[in-house]
T-cell receptor, first 117, second 114 residues
C-alpha cells in the first residue's frame, strides 16, 4: 500500500468551529487531492495540489481551504464547519514516478469520518 | 461536460456466479479509465486501469475490464464471484487536464449471496 495516512480518522465537531484534517505521504508524490464521499455522489474533488504551495480548486471547494508547505503534508481546513460538511474525507496522491499516464493513477488514504453537529 | 455513469446503484449476485458492473463515460479526449474497489470502512484500492493498447485489461483479484470506444463503456467483469468481493466499486475517468484529476461515478454496491 502507498504510504498515506490521514488524521484524525474520526472527528465530531460542532457547527461553527474550525476543523483541520491532515494528509501525510511518504511516497514523495507531487500531486495530492482531497475528496469528500457522500452517498449517491461518489467521490467529489474539493481541492488539489500540484506542488509545494501550489493548489487549486475542485468541484466542491466552497467552505474549504487547503495548504501545502511540505511535499509530504496536505492540510484541509473547514474554517467554520456546517452540518452539510458531515462526510467522509479522502486524501489521494499521484504522479511521482511516471509522468504522463502515471499522473492519473491515484492512491488513497484510509479516510476521515467527520460529523458536524 | 465530462461525466461517468454507473447505471446500477446496487447489484446482488450469488457466490460463484459471474459479474458485470457497468460504466459509461462522456469525455472529449481519449480517456484514461480506472476501476477502484472500496471495502466497508476502508479507502479506495485500484483494481485496474486502461491507458491505451489492448482494450481488455486485467487487474487484481481476478477482475478484468473491456474498453469499448464505440459504446463509451468500460465494464468490469469477473467470471466467478467470491463472498470477499462484496464492496463498493467506482469507475473513474481522466486524461485531458494535465492535473491528474479524475471524475468518479456514483458507485455500485455489490452484495454476494451465499
Amino acid at each position: 500500500d502507498a504510504g498515506i495516512t490521514q488524521s484524525p480518522r474520526h472527528k465530531v465537531t460542532e457547527t461553527g468551529t474550525p476543523v483541520t484534517l491532515r494528509c501525510h505521504q511518504t511516497e514523495n508524490h507531487r500531486y495530492m487531492y482531497w475528496y469528500r464521499q457522500d452517498p449517491g455522489h461518489g467521490l467529489r474533488l474539493i481541492h488539489y495540489s500540484y506542488g509545494v504551495k501550489d493548489t487549486d480548486k475542485g468541484e466542491v471547494s466552497d467552505g474549504y481551504s487547503v495548504s501545502r508547505s511540505k511535499t509530504e503534508d496536505f492540510l484541509l481546513t473547514l474554517e467554520s464547519a456546517t452540518s452539510s460538511q458531515t462526510s467522509v474525507y479522502f486524501c489521494a496522491i499521484s504522479g511521482a514516478k511516471t509522468p504522463g499516464q502515471g499522473l492519473y493513477e491515484q492512491y488513497f488514504g484510509p479516510g476521515t469520518r467527520l460529523t458536524v453537529t | 461536460a465530462q461525466s461517468v455513469t454507473q447505471p446500477d446503484i446496487h447489484i446482488t449476485v450469488s457466490e460463484g456466479a459471474s459479474l458485470e458492473l457497468r460504466c459509461n463515460y462522456s469525455y472529449g479526449a481519449t480517456p484514461y479509465l480506472f476501476w477502484y474497489v472500496q471495502s466497508p470502512g476502508q479507502g479506495l484500492q485500484l483494481l485496474l486501469k486502461y491507458f491505451s493498447g489492448d482494450t481488455l485489461v486485467q487487474g487484481i483479484k481476478g477482475f478484468e475490464a473491456e474498453f469499448k470506444r464505440s459504446q463509451s463503456s468500460f465494464n468490469l467483469r469477473k467470471p466467478s464471484v467470491h463472498w470477499s468481493d462484496a464492496a463498493e466499486y467506482f469507475c473513474a475517468v481522466g486524461g485531458s487536464s494535465n492535473t491528474g484529476k479524475l471524475i468518479f461515478g456514483q458507485g455500485t454496491t455489490l452484495q454476494v449471496k451465499p
